[in-house]
């Protein structure tokens, strides 16, 4: 069989992915995840006297806390089917994934196991993110002074 035979099979018998249904399940997840992230930063606000800046690095915490808790209990996974990019793209998708390699390569050891698997994915996520802040803080020192 031809590479365009194949092709052409797969996507006939493949399902077809309802992608506006995706779309909207992925906007109401990150909305209600940055809704529950403001009534957080607010209550850290108002019952602990916390700044909006110090509240937010709270927060920031305690997302990196719940989504790790619920990757290691086993259903961060089952929502992400749900849910897609929605709950994927945030902080929440981040810590998941960092705490996925961690799950996936305990029982290899600390060294071989976890130390060299544990930034498999979000390696390149902190790698590219350091370069591109680099590239940008260059970008404003030539062009704003």
């Known amino acids: 069989m031809k590479k365009e035979d194949y092709k052409k099979l797969v996507k006939k018998v493949s399902p077809k992915e309802p992608k506006l249904r995706n779309v909207l399940v992925a906007f109401f997840t990150g909305g209600?995840?940055?809704?529950?992230?403001?009534i957080i930063i607010t209550l850290l606000n108002?019952?602990?006297?916390l700044s909006k800046v110090e509240a937010g690095?709270?927060?920031a915490l305690i997302i990196i806390f719940v989504s790790t808790l619920m990757t290691a209990l086993g259903f961060f996974d089952k929502w992400v089917t749900t849910c897609k990019s929605g709950l994927i793209v945030p902080t929440t998708g981040f810590a998941h994934s960092v705490a996925s390699a961690a799950l996936d390569y305990r029982n290899?050891?600390?060294?071989t196991g976890l130390g060299s698997n544990f930034f498999k994915l979000a390696g390149s996520v902190i790698l590219y993110g350091v370069i591109s802040s680099f590239i940008l803080v260059i970008v404003k020192v030539i062009f704003c002074g």
Do not use: A, R
């Not at 290899?108 to 060294?111: E, M, P, T, V």
């Open 57 to 59: 690095g709270w927060l």
């Open 108 to 111: 290899d050891g600390l060294i």
């Open 32 to 38: 209600l995840i940055g809704l529950i992230g403001q």
């Open 46 to 49: 108002v019952s602990f006297g």
